[in-house]
């Protein structure tokens, strides 16, 4: 998970339209974000994309 996790916050800093919009971006932020604890990258992430409560 921590490999996904860094590619996701890699890619969202060159092209974060890209990462926050694509429904498997999304699927994939999601996934991760699960892991417990959640990468604070992927956290953000999630909470920016609106997958969290």
Do not use: K
């Not at 490999?3 to 919009?21: F, I, K």
């Not at 990258?41 to 969290?52: E, Q």
């Amino acid at each position: 998970m921590r490999g996904a996790a860094r590619a996701l916050v890699d890619a969202d800093s060159v092209a974060p339209a890209e990462v926050r919009c694509r429904p498997l971006a999304r699927t994939v932020i999601a996934d991760v974000a699960r892991a417990q604890p959640a990468p604070a990258g992927v956290a953000r992430l999630a909470n920016l994309v609106g997958l969290t409560r």
